[in-house]
Every structure is written in C-alpha cells, then in structure tokens.
C-alpha cells in the first residue's frame, strides 16, 4: 500500500538515512581501520576485491578506485573464482572482500582459498559474529543503521556505506602513499580529466612566441607587440631580462590619454599573477579564472622574483585541449 508521502518526503528521508549511517560509520572507524590501511599498503601484489550482488557492484567501483589512485587491485567476480579465476588470487595480494550478511556462500572458496594460502583478508560486512568476519584477519564493521528500503530489503543504506568505507581506505592510502597529481596524471592521460591534468609546461608558448617588451620601450611600439603576438597582453621587462610586470587590455584602457607619451613600465602593472611550469592547466584555468584574466607568464617557481618569464599560458590554450 502506498504511503501518501510525496517523492520528495521520501527522497529526503532516503537521504537522511543513509547520512546518519555515514555518521555512525565515520564515528566507529577506529584501529581496525588503520590495521586495514597499514595492510594494504605492505601489499606487494594486488587488493583482490570481491563480493556478490549489489556487493558485487561496489567492489568493482572499489577496485577501480583504489587502481586509479596508485594501489593497484583487481575486482574477482566470487562464482567464477569458483571456476578457474583464483588463480588471479596469489602470493602477495591482500583479498577485501564485502558480504552486508556476511553469509554470502559463493564467496566460499574464495575466502577458503585466501586462508589456505596465506594471503591476507579484510572483510566488511555488518554482523561481527558472521561466518566472513570470523574468517578475516581484520574486520571493517558496517554500522547498525536501516536500509533505507521502506521494507529493509533492497540494499541501500548498507551499500552507501561499504562504498564511503571503500573510499576512506582509498584516500587513507593515497595519503600513505605520497600519491600526487602527477602520480594521478600518469593513470588518467584521457578524457576531461587527463586534460586537466596535463601541465602548463607541456602547452606553454615559448621563444619567439612570447610578448615581451623592455620596460623602456614607448607604448606605441608596445602596442604593435601586443597586437602582433596576439595574446591581448605583454610582459614587461627590466634590464636584466625579468619580468618586472604586464600590460593587458584594461591597463590600455585605462591609460589611453598617455600612450602617446608613455612608455611600457609606466603603463604596466607590476607584481603580476603567474604560474610555474609544473601546474597543470586545470590550476592554470582555476587561477585565470579567479583573478578573471585571460593569460598567465610561467616563471620558475624556485627562482627570485622577479624572474625570467619561462613562457606563457594562454585561458585559450586550456580550452582547446577540453577544460572548462
């Protein structure tokens, strides 16, 4: 029978359920999860991530993440662990293996597999007398909440939460790893976000390329630059060939009375926002973007300032290569 709520009272109560189990998840991590990270991080093969069902699903979103972000892992499906597949399961992996029951039985072999050979078992399940958990040298608990099923039989709620305890060992491990951008750019080259990842220095405009004015120049041989170079900005330099500041449309505009009489130090603007090579063009468009500019010089992030431009970024330049 139905209930006489609006889908929205039962979309927020759906939500509100599962957000108090995170809460009582979050609150009962404890050693056992720390002992959890710590194994998985000794591991000197593969996580072996499995589980049945909807389990299923979230351990292949798991093993996918945990790949992604420098451990590396492997979903193994249980019922064809059964047939030929846990020889995928070898000396040096750590088994993870899910079950919200714990009883799951075509997790069977793979289980007896793992304790037959020594290779080290985590288990997440939500009773801590099950057969899984009994099994397992460490055990992650899932917290004593209702699915969120009226009828407290479809997984929700328990699913939600064995995919944030996933995350929390994945991004405990990134942590343990050291795992950086260019660790993560290494394992995500395609795509919007292999694109973001790519670094300024792969995409910078260098040499001949580059807008670059002496600061005693008269504005209007600076301007055929900027016009010439067609980036819509130049950068200024001092006598030793550093970049003492920039001159963009709106310093122009300001100071149309004077470009007649002027020259490009007078005009620039100094102490401009730059960018080092190593950034990647997705903090290179997040900079441009926050201080509401169109282009970046690029100088050693190392070196004194002021320092010698490097070269340039241009907002266009991240554009073509898909950020937005």
Do not use: W, Y
Not at 10 to 39: C, K, P, Y
Not at 129 to 153: F, H, K, N, W, Y
Not at 163 to 191: E, S, T, Y
Request: hydrophobic share 45%.
């Amino acid at each position: 029978m139905a209930s006489g709520k609006s889908a929205i009272e039962i979309g927020r109560a759906v939500v509100e359920t599962e957000a108090e189990a995170l809460r009582l998840l979050a609150e009962g991590l404890d050693a056992r999860f720390e002992r959890a990270v710590d194994l998985l991080a000794r591991a000197t093969g593969r996580v072996i991530v499995s589980g049945m069902g909807k389990s299923g699903h979230v351990a292949r979103k798991i093993a996918a993440t945990l790949a992604s972000t420098g451990t590396p892992a492997q979903f193994v499906h249980p019922a064809e662990a059964s047939h030929g597949d846990l020889g995928m399961v070898t000396a040096g992996d750590v088994a993870l293996v899910l079950s919200n029951s714990g009883e799951t039985p075509e997790l069977s072999d793979l289980v007896a597999h793992a304790r037959r050979c020594g290779i080290p078992l985590i288990a997440i399940a939500s009773r801590p007398d099950s057969t899984l958990m009994r099994a397992a040298d460490i055990g992650l608990v899932l917290p004593a909440a209702p699915e969120a099923c009226p009828m407290g039989l479809a997984p929700t709620t328990s699913t939600t939460a064995t995919l944030a305890l996933g995350d929390a060992l994945a991004v405990a491990l990134i942590d343990r790893r050291d795992f950086r951008p260019q660790n993560f750019r290494m394992l995500h080259p395609g795509g919007s976000l292999g694109s973001r990842l790519l670094t300024v220095g792969q995409r910078m405009h260098t040499g001949e390329a580059l807008p670059l004015v002496p600061g005693a120049m008269p504005m209007l041989d600076a301007m055929l630059t900027i016009s010439g170079k067609a980036f819509g900005i130049a950068g200024v330099l001092d006598g030793e060939g550093r970049l003492a500041g920039v001159i963009s449309d709106g310093d122009l505009r300001r100071n149309i009375a004077h470009l007649n009489d002027r020259t490009a130090g007078e005009i620039m603007s100094p102490a401009p926002k730059t960018i080092g090579p190593g950034a990647t063009l997705g903090e290179a468009l997040d900079t441009m973007n926050r201080h509401a500019i169109t282009a970046l010089f690029v100088l050693d992030p190392d070196a004194p300032r002021p320092a010698p431009p490097l070269g340039l970024i241009h907002i266009h330049d991240c554009l073509r290569a898909g950020i937005t």
